[in-house]
Nanobody, 121 residues
Framework: QVQLQESGPGLVKSSQTLSLTCTVSGGSITTNYYYWIWMREPLGKGLEWMGAIDYSGDTYYNPSLKSRTAISRDTSKNQFTLQLSSVTPEDTAIYYC?????????????WGPGTQVTVSS
């Protein structure tokens, strides 16, 4: 069974770049035809799709975040990463990684437990 685990700093200062890593076990990130996804949920708001990287390494981004977002992968470590630049307190949220057969993960897909990131002003 696939398991995902987010890791990274819990506190980031405004204007800095947030970097998160999702470590995957029980399945390869190069396996056809899965998408490896980053989502976030600010307190009191709904889930927001940030972007994805697919099994071949192609990336897809939320247009509203595209200018600040980069998703990459390390196949040797079976990990994929999220970088979000120029963060503000508005980027404070629980960040999740997930696997799905579409670009956006649903409740029935595999998710990590999530990691809280707070951006200080």
């Amino acid at each position: 069974q696939v398991q995902l685990q987010e890791s990274g700093p819990g506190l980031v200062k405004s204007s800095q770049t947030l970097s998160l890593t999702c470590t995957v076990s029980g399945g390869s990130i190069t396996t056809n035809y899965y998408y490896w996804i980053w989502m976030r949920e600010p307190l009191g708001k709904g889930l927001e799709w940030m972007g994805a990287i697919d099994y071949s390494g192609d990336t897809y981004y939320n247009p509203s975040l595209k200018s600040r977002t980069a998703i990459s992968r390390d196949t040797s470590k079976n990990q994929f990463t999220l970088q979000l630049s120029s963060v503000t307190p508005e980027d404070t949220a629980i960040y999740y990684c997930a696997r799905a057969q579409t670009k956006i993960a649903g409740a029935d897909d595999y998710w990590g437990p999530g990691t809280q990131v707070t951006v200080s002003s």
